[in-house]
């Protein structure tokens, strides 16, 4: 049998170079993106250059990869950014970015994919999401809406593709042990800003999550437990008991219920 392609975005850190080394180790060949040169190969992963908030060069990428494999069988759109801070204070631009990043770029790379795995007939694409997509969660409503957006755009493509052999699913992490929030936007915490207090609260306890997550060598097992279903599931969820549960409890709970339980882990 041919050894599947796999094409993933965001791989040089983080849950996408394990993603990446963990499937490599289980004989895919992997094909894994960086905004930044990188080696020609890394862990077992061949560097591609691409800037998912680029449309010529997801146009480039998805080109020069079809142009060296002929194929493209899974596709998993992992590069996504981080940010936090009031939304009131959020420079636009700001918003803009992140949005590009976490929506508007995996939306363009799977539609450059998708004809050829129509040509294919087959395929699989793997949205990284996050449980924070599923909730708005106070100083990272932007990041919560853009990872939601990503979730339920997946929805509409699996309906637009039911009949077809080209299968998209999620995988929502919670808090894994990564460096996103080094690369995350920080709004300034302003003195005279009336979020001042809670926003300086809630930071802390944002990092101080992902420093004590768990390894994403765990999305790895799940991402690859995936690929080998025949017809996976809309939503993958890993993370802690109380993280995977959490999305479940808010379809449960009254709105203001829910509210008030996100308000005092948060401490608001």
Known sequence: MAQEIV????????????????????????????????????????????????????EKATRDLIAHEGKIDILINNAGVGISGPIEEIPDEETYKVFQTNYFGPVQLINRVLPHMRQADKGLIINITSI???????????????????????????????????????????????????????????????????????????????????????????VYEV????????HYKVGDFLQKISPKLKGLLSDRFYERILANHYKL
Not at 227 to 234: A, F, L, N, R, T
Request: aromatic share 8%.
């Open 227 to 234: 690929i080998q279903k025949k017809s996976p599931k809309v």
């Open 7 to 58: 094409f993933i975005t965001g791989a040089s850190s983080g849950i996408g170079q394990s993603i990446g080394k963990f499937l490599a180790q289980k004989d895919y060949k992997v094909y894994g993106t960086s905004r930044r040169p990188q080696p020609k190969s890394k862990n077992g992963i061949h560097f591609l250059q691409l800037d998912i908030t680029s449309s010529e060069s997801i």
């Open 132 to 222: 924070a997509g599923y909730m708005g969660l106070p100083f990272r409503g932007h990041y919560s809406a853009s990872k939601g957006a990503l979730q339920t755009v997946t929805e509409a493509y699996r309906l637009e593709l039911r009949h077809t052999n080209i299968h998209l699913t999620t995988i929502a992490p919670g808090d894994f042990s990564t460096n996103i929030a080094a690369g995350r936007y920080h709004a300034p915490i302003n003195e005279n800003s009336s979020y001042k207090a809670n926003y300086e609260l809630s930071l802390n306890l944002m990092n101080a999550h992902v420093d004590e997550g768990s390894n994403p060598e765990q999305i790895a097992e799940k």
